[in-house]
């Protein structure tokens, strides 16, 4: 079965930087659109950043661009997200997920996440 498995995640202080990873088993990594997808205490889901499976196409959240770099490893199965200059807003859970940003929603595959937290 699908399975993804987040890693990287601590505490970090604003203006810092953290990568992370997620390796990924039980489907066709290589041909699968990825993004990250995060969640903020008492919030929903917010979509971060997306990468298509031949790393052509990286589309990143208005509140992310510029900071975050997506990118991805198809021979190890490996979603990677670089984070820098990281603000207090960034605090939350990250999650890999199978999909872009228009059907992410569609695929119900989650791994445990990766808690991130910034500290002011």
């Known amino acids: 079965q699908v399975q993804l498995v987040e890693s990287g995640g601590g505490l970090v202080p604003a203006g810092g930087s953290r990568r992370l990873s997620c390796v990924a088993s039980?489907?066709?990594?290589?041909?699968?659109?990825m993004s990250w997808v995060r969640q903020a205490p008492g919030k929903g889901q917010e979509w971060v950043s997306g990468?298509?499976?031949?790393?052509?196409?990286?589309t990143y959240a208005d509140s992310v661009k510029g900071r975050f770099t997506i990118s991805r490893d198809n021979a190890k199965s490996t979603l990677y997200l670089q984070m820098n200059d990281l603000k207090a807003e960034d605090t939350a859970v990250y999650y890999c997920?199978?999909?872009?940003?228009?059907?992410?929603?569609?695929?119900?595959?989650w791994g445990p996440g990766t808690q991130v937290t910034v500290s002011s």
């Open positions: 997920v199978r999909g872009l940003e228009s059907d992410w929603r569609d695929y119900n595959s």
């Open positions: 039980g489907f066709t990594f290589a041909m699968s659109g």
């Open positions: 990468i298509s499976y031949g790393s052509i196409t990286t």
